[in-house]
């Protein structure tokens, strides 16, 4: 064990910081030396020092030996994963990253609709052909759910020949699927898990958490050591059962070959955080977690939950419905920000999202209790949009992603769409889950969710029409 209390990568960085060779290399600022007052500020002296690449003691991320090796190895024990990439540009690149290791031009992979976009952009990059499952969708709570066994027992039956299921677990929300029932079936069926754990890279560390994708016998899994762990911005590791060479020939052609030792040391270093007090602090973070629940759910005209029917909940998700104070979850969104100084991580048209980690203690929770007490007063008489759910059928995309990328196209206004095949992304953000694929038929559904998605003031990104009048169909 006191080889996971060690970080070789700091540790290297340190070492070629104080042996005091004068810089004629890379970055310009040269250790700090020609830094901007302002870049001074951001980072400190010694962190400048050691904003440096490619030496000797610093290994090489795309062929790892030393450091970056031994830092990657323990990380993979930690998460019991077999092997271990670690990722500086973003959860993104780890999943594209798994989907082009794994699939190829034809092959057909099993997509809920609540994947990420960067799903789609995998698609492209590695030519497979998605199947769009249906996910359940809670009219009680307001939220997308996950993917049922059954409905992946449906999808199989029709689409033996698919490859691999491309799986979110847990959502947003914090809403786990049936993970190990979920590998079982597929492996059965010779067909590969590939698991988006962005908001899952804690679950290790506490057994009232959902079973991490690695325990539950995922083939890979990309995690977001950024969202809800210790390390910076845009750092993310790829976990892997089995042969990795092939997932680290992918993120070779993904990653930056210029990669940024910051960001390295503070995956090891959120790493070493976990392996020396992990299951304390996500202990700590769930007892915070429900007693935030008690308190929210005693203030007039707000309620939260801490179990869904046939679904495991990751605790540390604290989802607040405000239907009943004639809010919106993006107009209260608004209130708490502008006028209560409370930032939320999500809001949709009935619920603001908060994240309680490892960070938190009773006095940050105890502020944001006390910004939800008064939310009451900003009550409104209006009544809340019904919400639709995301369509319900398993479809097959009339042509992949990658094609329709490549393909002519034509804006068309949107009403004049159905029966078309899209030629972008529709993405309403947060959460950042595409409501219409590259390659889809649009259909009439599909279209009123869009609208209801305008109406209650979700941002659009992916299109080219940013008010989402016209959209991009093929030719």
């Given at each position: 064990?006191?080889?996971?209390?060690?970080?070789?990568?700091?540790?290297?960085?340190?070492?070629?910081?104080?042996?005091?060779?004068?810089?004629?290399?890379?970055?310009?600022?040269?250790?700090?030396?020609?830094?901007?007052?302002?870049?001074?500020?951001?980072?400190?002296?010694?962190?400048?020092?050691?904003?440096?690449?490619?030496?000797?003691?610093?290994?090489?991320?795309?062929?790892?030996?030393?450091?970056?090796?031994?830092?990657?190895?323990?990380?993979?024990?930690?998460?019991?994963?077999?092997?271990?990439l670690f990722i500086i540009n973003g959860t993104s690149c780890?999943?594209?990253?798994?989907?082009?290791?794994?699939?190829?031009?034809?092959?057909?992979?099993?997509?809920?609709?609540?994947?990420?976009?960067?799903?789609?952009?995998?698609?492209?990059?590695?030519?497979?052909?998605?199947?769009?499952?249906?996910?359940?969708?809670?009219?009680?709570?307001?939220?997308?759910?996950?993917?049922?066994?059954?409905?992946?027992?449906?999808?199989?039956?029709?689409?033996?020949?698919?490859?691999?299921?491309?799986?979110?677990?847990?959502?947003?929300?914090?809403?786990?699927?049936?993970?190990?029932?979920?590998?079982?079936?597929?492996?059965?069926?010779?067909?590969?898990?590939?698991?988006?754990?962005?908001?899952?890279?804690?679950?290790?560390?506490?057994?009232?958490?959902?079973?991490?994708?690695?325990?539950?016998?995922?083939?890979?899994?990309?995690?977001?050591?950024?969202?809800?762990?210790?390390?910076?911005?845009?750092?993310?590791?790829?976990?892997?059962?089995?042969?990795?060479?092939?997932?680290?020939?992918?993120?070779?052609?993904?990653?930056?070959?210029?990669?940024?030792?910051?960001?390295?040391?503070?995956?090891?270093?959120?790493?070493?955080?976990?392996?020396?007090?992990?299951?304390?602090?996500?202990?700590?973070?769930?007892?915070?977690?429900?007693?935030?629940?008690?308190?929210?759910?005693?203030?007039?005209?707000?309620?939260?939950?801490?179990?869904?029917?046939?679904?495991?909940?990751?605790?540390?998700?604290?989802?607040?419905?405000?239907?009943?104070?004639?809010?919106?979850?993006?107009?209260?969104?608004?209130?708490?920000?502008?006028?209560?100084?409370?930032?939320?991580?999500?809001?949709?048209?009935?619920?603001?999202?908060?994240?309680?980690?490892?960070?938190?203690?009773?006095?940050?929770?105890?502020?944001?209790?006390?910004?939800?007490?008064?939310?009451?007063?900003?009550?409104?008489?209006?009544?809340?949009?019904?919400?639709?759910?995301?369509?319900?059928?398993?479809?097959?995309?009339?042509?992949?992603?990658?094609?329709?990328?490549?393909?002519?196209?034509?804006?068309?206004?949107?009403?004049?769409?159905?029966?078309?095949?899209?030629?972008?992304?529709?993405?309403?953000?947060?959460?950042?889950?595409?409501?219409?694929?590259?390659?889809?038929?649009?259909?009439?559904?599909?279209?009123?969710?869009?609208?209801?998605?305008?109406?209650?003031?979700?941002?659009?990104?992916?299109?080219?029409?940013v008010e989402l009048n016209t959209?991009?169909?093929?030719?």
């Amino acid at each position: 064990m006191k080889k996971f209390y060690f970080a070789p990568i700091p540790n290297a960085m340190q070492k070629y910081s104080a042996d005091g060779a004068f810089a004629f290399h890379t970055p310009g600022h040269k250790q700090g030396l020609g830094a901007h007052e302002l870049l001074k500020k951001l980072i400190t002296a010694e962190g400048l020092r050691q904003e440096v690449s490619l030496m000797e003691e610093l290994d090489d991320l795309h062929s790892p030996h030393s450091c970056i090796r031994n830092a990657e190895k323990f990380a993979a024990e930690l998460w019991h994963a077999e092997d271990c990439l670690f990722i500086i540009n973003g959860t993104s690149c780890a999943i594209q990253a798994m989907i082009l290791a794994t699939l190829q031009t034809g092959d057909l992979v099993f997509v809920p609709r609540n994947s990420h976009r960067s799903v789609i952009s995998g698609l492209i990059l590695s030519g497979a052909l998605p199947i769009f499952l249906p996910i359940d969708f809670s009219s009680k709570l307001k939220i997308p759910l996950n993917l049922t066994v059954e409905t992946l027992q449906r999808a199989i039956r029709k689409f033996p020949q698919a490859k691999a299921l491309i799986l979110t677990s847990p959502n947003y929300y914090g809403v786990a699927a049936d993970l190990p029932k979920i590998a079982e079936i597929l492996h059965a069926a010779k067909m590969k898990l590939l698991v988006d754990e962005a908001h899952g890279a804690h679950l290790q560390f506490s057994e009232k958490l959902p079973i991490s994708a690695m325990d539950a016998g995922a083939d890979l899994a990309a995690q977001s050591t950024h969202k809800l762990l210790g390390s910076l911005t845009q750092t993310s590791m790829l976990m892997v059962r089995g042969d990795s060479a092939k997932v680290r020939r992918a993120a070779s052609l993904l990653q930056s070959t210029s990669p940024n030792y910051l960001l390295l040391a503070s995956l090891d270093i959120a790493r070493l955080q976990m392996a020396q007090s992990g299951s304390e602090k996500w202990s700590a973070a769930i007892e915070l977690s429900n007693q935030l629940r008690a308190d929210i759910n005693s203030i007039d005209g707000l309620k939260t939950f801490d179990a869904v029917k046939n679904f495991q909940l990751d605790l540390t998700k604290v989802t607040v419905n405000v239907e009943e104070l004639g809010l919106t979850g993006i107009e209260a969104e608004k209130i708490l920000r502008h006028e209560l100084k409370i930032q939320c991580e999500l809001s949709d048209a009935a619920n603001l999202l908060f994240l309680v980690t490892y960070a938190d203690t009773c006095a940050t929770v105890s502020k944001l209790i006390d910004a939800l007490k008064k939310l009451p007063l900003y009550k409104q008489s209006q009544s809340i949009t019904e919400i639709l759910s995301l369509p319900a059928e398993i479809v097959l995309a009339k042509m992949s992603p990658r094609q329709a990328f490549f393909s002519e196209s034509e804006s068309v206004p949107l009403d004049k769409c159905v029966g078309k095949i899209c030629a972008e992304e529709v993405t309403f953000y947060p959460p950042g889950i595409p409501i219409l694929n590259l390659g889809e038929i649009v259909t009439l559904e599909i279209i009123s969710y869009i609208r209801e998605q305008k109406n209650i003031g979700g941002r659009i990104i992916g299109t080219a029409d940013v008010e989402l009048n016209t959209l991009k169909v093929m030719k």
